[in-house]
């Protein structure tokens, strides 16, 4: 079993730019695969017309935009957030659109072509930088993770592979999901996705453990947060290709509504 990585660990070596290569579409990897089921999902859930309001907080959001590309369509604002100050840095450079920012226009061109806005990427990309109104530090295992900031409640809450990547054991995401709801008003929603079955996954040379998540625990684990389950997508790992940067078996997409009573 991997050995655990924490916050001092993330802070130290998660190096956004080897994450990054994890999002580079046409090369046939299997990140490919799985950034096409959120993305749909994504896609799906932003445009709806259910999931929508003035205020999405991203959790965890690493130096990565995908999962905002629908989202932008739907909030006035959009607050992303991570541990380290190098994935904030990072976002900010394609914030800025600066020189060494990485391209995210083959995944805004797959995302425009989900929408039905095949031609309008520049349009997209502008929006998603205009929405994006801050990049603020988050400790998920913080009774208020966004300390010592204190935010007005959101209107939805997201976040991808933060969870699972952050804590130690089933205890320590029992108790992060629910610090992180509390960033949640009652009847917002929740959208969360990640890795299912997943103990490690690489970051260039360095190897960061993961919590092994099952779609029972998950089940079990938003009801008891009083957060209700509306959709439960699950995508299996196409095993024939192979790749040894992470040991996952399957992907999970939800959306789940905060109930009015905890
Ligand atoms: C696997 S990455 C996911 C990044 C991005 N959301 C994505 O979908 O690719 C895990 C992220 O969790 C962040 N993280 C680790 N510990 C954290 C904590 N205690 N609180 C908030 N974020 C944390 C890391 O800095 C990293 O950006």
């Not at 192979?242 to 509504?257: E, K, L, Q, R, T």
Request: glycine share 8%.
């Amino acid at each position: 079993m991997a050995e655990f990585t924490g916050g001092d660990d993330y802070q130290a070596e998660f190096d956004p730019k080897a994450y990054l290569e994890y999002y580079k579409l046409g090369e046939g990897t299997l990140g490919e695969e799985n950034l096409n089921f959120v993305l749909k999902h994504y896609c799906k859930t932003f445009t709806s017309g259910v999931v929508k309001g003035d205020t999405l907080i991203d959790i965890g959001s690493g130096p990565t935009i995908y999962q905002l590309l629908s989202a932008c369509e739907s909030f006035k604002e959009i607050i992303a957030t991570d541990y380290t100050y190098r994935n904030h840095l990072e976002l900010e450079k394609w914030l800025k659109n600066e020189p060494g920012a990485f391209d995210w226009s083959p995944v805004v061109k797959y995302v425009c072509e989900l929408e039905g806005n095949r031609g309008k990427e520049a349009e997209k990309e502008a929006k998603l930088r205009k929405t994006i109104k801050q990049v603020l530090k988050c400790d998920v295992h913080k009774s208020n993770p966004m300390d010592p900031l204190i935010l007005p409640p959101a209107d939805c809450l997201g976040s991808s592979l933060c969870l699972e990547a952050a804590c130690k054991d089933l205890n320590a995401y029992r108790v992060a999901l629910k610090n992180i709801s509390s960033l949640l008003k009652p009847g917002g929603h929740l959208v969360l996705s990640g890795d299912l079955g997943c103990s490690f996954y690489m970051v260039g040379p360095k190897r960061f453990s993961c919590l092994v998540l099952r779609e029972e625990f998950l089940r079990e684990v938003l009801s008891e947060t009083g957060v209700f389950i509306q959709e439960f997508e699950v995508l299996y790992r196409d095993d024939k290709i192979i790749d040894d940067s992470c040991d996952f078996s399957g992907m999970y997409f939800i959306v789940a509504c905060k109930g009015k009573a905890i």
